[in-house]
């Protein structure tokens, strides 16, 4: 099992907040979990006690509306951490989780973060940063659905996944997801998003085989999506 202090990983989230000691502590605590594609680590309503610091592999986060129907609300990658709000709040958790690649990642017990926040200032702060950070998203995110057209939301979404999850060897976008997914993005009707994905590859802006999806013109994207 790989040390908390010797994790690259940790760099990238609150953790790096924590002190020699008390990685120590979490190091010896913890639990290496393995998710394989599709599996749900954890479903809206759940209690939890820990937080999972995600190593390796990709996760959706969505929630269910009124209709039953998937909202993808985020996606998660390595070096971010799940669970944490509902550790903060000790409420359930209100979003489901599934793996959309193979995914490695860290179970850290709640005791051992709460633990933390309160003897370590600097690791209290960067937890609040993070939320605050949350909440900002999910300001912009609202007013994007508010203000934007399906059409600008779906551009703003392939410049979104370009820049987070980068290219694979081929200059495909190295994020798999089906029409359905796509459209619960951007939050529309999957046959709004098949009908404007095709529009897209005749523009030029994306080219499309299969499953797989390449951003062509990234700048005529962003001038769609700002309205253009």
């Known amino acids: 099992m790989s040390k908390c202090q010797q994790c690259i990983i940790r760099e990238f989230n609150t953790l790096r907040s924590l002190t020699a000691d008390e990685l120590k502590t979490m190091s010896k605590e913890k639990d290496v979990l393995n998710f394989k594609k599709g599996d749900v680590i954890f479903k809206e309503g759940n209690a939890i006690n820990g937080v999972y610091c995600v190593k390796h ?44 690649k193979d995914m490695e990642a860290c179970y850290i017990p709640k005791k051992e973060i709460l633990d933390a926040i309160k003897e370590n200032p600097k690791f209290s702060l960067d937890m ?49 997801l089906t029409r359905e997914e796509i459209a619960s993005v951007v939050g529309t009707a999957t046959e709004s998003a098949i009908r404007l994905l095709s529009e897209f590859k005749k523009k030029g802006f994306i080219e499309l085989t299969g499953k797989r999806l390449k951003v062509i013109d990234e700048v005529g994207l962003l001038k769609l999506s700002q309205g253009f």
């Open 57 to 100: 592999g990709i996760c959706k986060l969505s929630k269910l509306n009124a209709n039953g129907k998937e909202q993808i609300v985020r996606f998660m990658k390595g070096g971010d951490m799940l669970g944490y709000r509902s550790i903060l709040s000790d409420e359930p958790v209100t979003l489901t989780v599934t793996a959309l």
């Open 128 to 176: 609040m940063k993070t939320v605050c950070g949350d909440l900002r998203d999910a300001n912009a995110s609202l007013s994007n659905m508010a203000q934007k057209s399906v059409k600008e939301r779906l551009a703003d979404t392939m410049i979104f996944l370009k820049e987070t999850f980068g290219e694979d060897k081929d200059g495909y976008l190295d994020i798999v």
